[in-house]
């Protein structure tokens, strides 16, 4: 299900939004906080610009909300209504959530973000490749 071409393949993977052949991060530990959002300026493969303007990124805050709601649902669901656990324990699950997902959440609200401008061209994809 998680094919090269779909946007939900760079958003999963942070790939390069428009070729798909390449991370965008500079690494793939993101749990290193000094690395968490420390991006290549371009694609290597095709040369894409990932900001495509100062604080471009700034607009993937928005979805990080959105996606920070996601994973607040998602725990507190699993939490509350599989695991039958108290309200208490429910939140703490939802706090505990956000803390542990937060390098994911920022990385997936970027990708989201630059995937709402750019797009996959599989003609570039395949000439680098
Ligand atoms: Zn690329």
């Not at 920070?68 to 209504?81: D, E, L, N, P």
Request: hydrophobic share 40%; charged share 15%; with cysteine.
């Amino acid at each position: 299900m998680l094919k090269k071409g779909t946007k939900l393949y760079s958003i999963l993977t942070g790939s390069c939004p428009k070729c798909h052949s390449e991370s965008m991060y500079k690494s793939k530990n993101l749990y290193d906080p000094s690395m968490t959002l420390k991006m290549n300026e371009t694609c290597s493969h095709c040369g894409t610009k990932y900001k495509i303007e100062p604080s471009f990124f700034y607009g993937a805050m928005y979805i990080s909300y959105g996606v920070g709601i996601a994973f607040s649902v998602a725990a507190f669901v699993i939490s509350y209504v599989f695991l039958k656990t108290s309200l208490k324990i429910s939140f703490i699950a939802i706090i505990a959530t956000l803390v542990f997902f937060m390098p994911v959440i920022m990385r997936v609200s970027r990708n989201i973000w630059v995937n709402f401008f750019l797009k996959y061209d599989p003609k570039i994809s395949k000439k680098q490749a």
